[in-house]
């Protein structure tokens, strides 16, 4: 009951205070930390997006899917595809390259995505597909190497073209940077206001009990389908922003072991709060570059912990618990004086 | 068996499990704002009945008519959105949700935030859960969900609702005020209740269909129906 409780209250007026506070090291960071490091929490805010899509529909109506990483591969690959192989103008191919992988991934979701969910495939059933869909996914990208480069990859994508004054050019670094920062604030906060009212409450009638939904009226395999597109959708918008913004692809962005990294960053940011999934992203992959340079092997070790930790120290998410014991200390300090 | 052209009619319902046949060509109609009821023993398959009534289950052959229009093609939420809502014989609130909130998501298309605010308020002070409005209703005691799952049940307006076994794990107190609460009910709405507790069905006074092993074997006001011997032999075990 304490669990059901506390993961469905809306976050408490502190939590606004920890985003506020992200959100302005997010956008300091590259005068800060210097462009090197800013490069690398660049592309973890690129990983966070399938975070963010992954709670949306995982968080949001308790439909988990362990395929999340082949949305953000398929927009990434589109991106790549259509950029490069196409013999496109590198100003106009970038941006096509975008649209491409992203209604891609789209497609993807809303062919597999309506047989399953309206086909009756739920729960855990519904989870077994996608990871099928998986490890699909990878031979796909492995074996169709004529087109998608196998475990070469594909180099030379172009970065996106902006007007500015001198005609069309690509953005320095750390405008890019903050170009990106807002893409991924941006769509966080904007899903964040979708799901706060009423359309949020539907959602979670669907994980609570989807019969009684739909004999209340609710169309639910209809709002499953668009919850599992949109969600697609946005970590798709995260895969071509990442291959634009790197130039190349490789088959570690799809596949199992990403789709399983992108769970954990979900339980540990605490599912249902969207902006939390993102933060543990970010800080999970920012700690994997800082150990893994270390020592390779520690990392496999150090996410299997975090892990654990996720699931036994901080069941609500790190975001709640830590909300929660700021508050704790306010109220401590407002007895006191 | 007459079949009548009521509201809500089912004609040679049939519903079948593996062996067993739950429903067997059973006939049933019920009329604008009346109040029915369906009893019988435990196994009598009132509940595979209520489903094929409300479209969570699709009778093997038979047919199920609303205002002359079919329903076998429609689906679950279809089927409530024409005007036929539901009470689940275990419980089915949103237990995560506040007691506002389930009755708040109970409406389809709400006009507007007043429009959503006034008719959840009012549904508060019917189902007596005003002063509980932000408890989890997981929170609530058993007849308390059973009240709120009949409010959500309204919210719709509908013209049919079907309860299936509504005074379930109530008291004494809370079973009459059940009846006095659907008494009130039948002004907006034609009801079916589904029961298994004979004193419930007394109370309540209403044309009663008599269940057993999946077809009716009586039916007429309830008195009649408690004096008849088939019925005490049913519900006696001497069958
Ligand atoms: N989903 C089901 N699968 C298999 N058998 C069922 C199912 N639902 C009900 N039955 C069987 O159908 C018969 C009638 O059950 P039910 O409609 O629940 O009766 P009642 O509500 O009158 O107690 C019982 O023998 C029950 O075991
Ligand atoms: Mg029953």
Same mark, same amino acid.
């Given at each position: 009951?304490?669990?059901?409780?506390?993961?469905?209250?809306?976050?408490?007026?502190?939590?606004?205070?920890?985003?506020?506070?992200?959100?302005?090291?997010?956008? &300091?960071?590259?005068?800060?930390?210097?462009?090197?490091?800013?490069?690398?929490?660049?592309?973890?805010?690129?990983?966070?997006?399938?975070?963010?899509?992954? =709670?949306?529909?995982?968080?949001?109506?308790?439909?988990?899917?362990?395929?999340?990483?082949?949305?953000?591969?398929?927009?990434?690959?589109? $991106?790549?595809?259509? &950029?490069?192989?196409?013999?496109?103008?590198?100003?106009?191919?970038?941006?096509?390259?975008?649209?491409?992988?992203?209604? !891609?991934?789209?497609?993807?979701?809303?062919?597999?995505?309506?047989?399953?969910?309206?086909?009756?495939?739920?729960?855990?059933?519904?989870?077994?597909?996608?990871?099928?869909?998986?490890?699909?996914?990878?031979?796909?990208?492995?074996?169709?190497?004529?087109?998608?480069?196998? =475990?070469?990859?594909?180099?030379?994508?172009?970065?996106?073209?902006?007007?500015?004054?001198?005609?069309?050019?690509?953005?320095?670094?750390?405008?890019?940077?903050?170009?990106?920062? &807002?893409?991924?604030?941006?769509?966080?906060?904007?899903?964040?206001? %979708?799901?706060?009212?009423?359309?949020?409450?539907?959602?979670?009638?669907?994980?609570?009990?989807?019969?009684?939904?739909?004999?209340?009226?609710?169309?639910?395999?209809?709002?499953?389908?668009?919850?599992?597109?949109?969600?697609?959708? %946005?970590?798709?918008?995260?895969?071509?922003?990442?291959?634009?913004?790197?130039?190349?692809?490789?088959?570690?962005?799809?596949?199992?072991?990403?789709?399983?990294?992108?769970?954990?960053?979900?339980?540990?940011?605490?599912?249902?709060?969207?902006?939390?999934?993102?933060?543990?992203?970010?800080?999970?992959?920012?700690?994997?570059?800082?150990?893994?340079?270390?020592?390779?092997?520690?990392?496999?070790?150090?996410?299997?912990?975090?892990?654990?930790?996720?699931?036994?120290?901080?069941?609500?998410?790190?975001?709640?618990?830590?909300?929660?014991?700021?508050?704790?200390?306010?109220?401590?300090?407002?007895?006191?004086? | 068996?007459?079949?009548?052209?009521?509201?809500?009619?089912?004609?040679?319902?049939?519903?079948?499990?593996?062996?067993?046949? $739950?429903?067997? =060509?059973?006939?049933?109609?019920?009329?604008?704002? /009346?109040?029915?009821?369906?009893?019988?023993?435990?196994? $009598?398959?009132? +509940?595979?009945?209520?489903?094929?009534?409300?479209?969570?289950?699709?009778?093997?052959?038979?047919?199920?008519?609303?205002?002359?229009?079919?329903?076998?093609?429609?689906?679950?939420?279809?089927?409530?959105?024409?005007?036929?809502?539901?009470?689940?014989?275990?419980?089915?609130?949103?237990?995560?949700?506040?007691?506002?909130?389930?009755?708040?998501?109970?409406?389809?298309?709400?006009? &507007?935030?007043?429009?959503?605010?006034?008719?959840?308020?009012?549904?508060?002070?019917?189902?007596?859960?005003?002063?509980?409005?932000?408890?989890?209703?997981?929170?609530?005691?058993?007849?308390?969900?059973?009240?709120? /799952? !009949?409010?959500?049940?309204?919210?719709?307006?509908?013209?049919?609702?079907?309860?299936?076994?509504?005074?379930?794990?109530?008291?004494?107190?809370?079973?009459?005020?059940?009846?006095?609460?659907?008494?009130?009910?039948?002004?907006?709405?034609?009801?079916?209740?589904?029961?298994?507790?004979?004193?419930?069905?007394?109370?309540?006074?209403?044309?009663?269909?008599?269940?057993?092993?999946?077809?009716?074997?009586?039916?007429?006001?309830? +008195?009649?129906? /408690?004096?008849?011997?088939?019925?005490?032999?049913?519900?006696?075990?001497?069958?």
């Amino acid at each position: 009951m304490g669990r059901i409780s506390i993961s469905h209250t809306p976050l408490p007026k502190m939590s606004y205070l920890v985003i506020l506070l992200v959100i302005a090291f997010v956008y &300091s960071a590259p005068l800060i930390v210097g462009t090197y490091s800013a490069s690398l929490l660049r592309d973890a805010m690129l990983f966070s997006m399938i975070a963010l899509g992954l =709670d949306y529909l995982w968080g949001k109506t308790g439909t988990l899917s362990f395929g999340h990483a082949t949305f953000f591969g398929a927009g990434a690959y589109g $991106a790549a595809i259509v &950029s490069t192989k196409l013999g496109l103008d590198p100003t106009l191919g970038s941006w096509l390259g975008l649209i491409s992988g992203v209604s !891609i991934a789209m497609l993807i979701a809303l062919v597999v995505g309506y047989f399953l969910i309206f086909g009756g495939v739920r729960g855990s059933y519904f989870t077994i597909v996608t990871l099928a869909l998986a490890v699909i996914s990878e031979h796909v990208i492995v074996g169709w190497s004529d087109i998608t480069g196998g =475990d070469a990859g594909l180099l030379g994508i172009p970065p996106l073209f902006f007007p500015t004054l001198s005609g069309l050019a690509p953005l320095s670094p750390v405008v890019l940077y903050w170009f990106i920062a &807002s893409v991924v604030c941006l769509t966080a906060l904007s899903l964040w206001w %979708v799901c706060s009212g009423r359309y949020g409450l539907i959602l979670k009638t669907i994980e609570d009990n989807e019969e009684r939904a739909q004999a209340l009226g609710h169309n639910t395999s209809q709002h499953l389908l668009t919850v599992f597109v949109g969600s697609s959708a %946005v970590a798709a918008l995260g895969g071509a922003l990442y291959a634009s913004t790197v130039g190349f692809v490789a088959k570690d962005i799809v596949g199992l072991i990403l789709s399983t990294q992108v769970i954990i960053w979900v339980a540990i940011g605490g599912r249902g709060t969207l902006i939390g999934p993102v933060i543990a992203a970010i800080f999970v992959i920012w700690f994997e570059q800082r150990i893994s340079s270390i020592n390779v092997q520690l990392w496999p070790l150090f996410m299997g912990f975090l892990f654990i930790l996720a699931v036994f120290v901080f069941p609500n998410g790190v975001l709640r618990t830590l909300v929660g014991i700021l508050r704790k200390l306010g109220q401590r300090l407002e007895h006191r004086v | 068996m007459m079949i009548a052209s009521g509201l809500l009619t089912g004609s040679h319902l049939t519903k079948r499990f593996g062996g067993i046949v $739950a429903v067997n =060509d059973l006939s049933i109609s019920i009329n604008l704002l /009346e109040i029915k009821c369906v009893i019988g023993p435990n196994g $009598a398959g009132k +509940s595979s009945l209520f489903n094929l009534l409300c479209g969570a289950l699709r009778p093997d052959s038979g047919e199920l008519m609303f205002k002359g229009h079919s329903l076998s093609r429609l689906a679950l939420h279809e089927i409530s959105r024409i005007g036929i809502a539901r009470k689940f014989q275990v419980p089915s609130i949103f237990e995560s949700l506040s007691v506002q909130q389930n009755l708040e998501v109970s409406v389809l298309k709400p006009q &507007s935030k007043f429009e959503l605010k006034d008719r959840v308020d009012q549904m508060l002070d019917r189902i007596e859960q005003s002063d509980m409005r932000d408890q989890f209703a997981g929170n609530l005691a058993h007849g308390q969900k059973q009240w709120l /799952e !009949i409010g959500m049940a309204l919210m719709s307006e509908p013209e049919v609702l079907l309860l299936d076994e509504p005074t379930a794990g109530m008291t004494i107190d809370e079973t009459l005020d059940t009846v006095k609460f659907i008494h009130q009910l039948s002004d907006h709405a034609a009801i079916l209740v589904i029961e298994h507790d004979m004193n419930f069905v007394r109370a309540l006074g209403c044309h009663t269909y008599v269940m057993h092993q999946g077809g009716i074997i009586a039916d007429g006001p309830f +008195s009649g129906i /408690e004096n008849d011997d088939l019925v005490q032999a049913v519900y006696l075990g001497k069958m």
